[in-house]
């Protein structure tokens, strides 16, 4: 389990943005995001400097 704070997701889009590029990222992961705490909890086999990496890129880089 790899947890990111997230400071710029504050809304569904946000949220939904963040869901697909993980997903992209590793298609079997698991997602769970905590809007109000900008928290994204991911069950992932994947590196998490590749997610980071890939959650950068697409404008919402963890903190
Ligand atoms: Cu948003």
Aim: proline residues 6%.
């Amino acid at each position: 389990m790899i947890e990111f704070q997230i400071p710029d997701m504050t809304c569904g889009h946000c949220a939904s943005m963040v869901s697909s590029t993980l997903a992209l990222a590793d298609p079997d992961c698991k997602v769970t995001i905590d809007l109000a705490q900008h928290k994204v909890s991911v069950q992932t086999t994947e590196e998490k400097s590749a997610l980071v990496e890939a959650l950068t890129e697409a404008g919402y880089p963890p903190a």
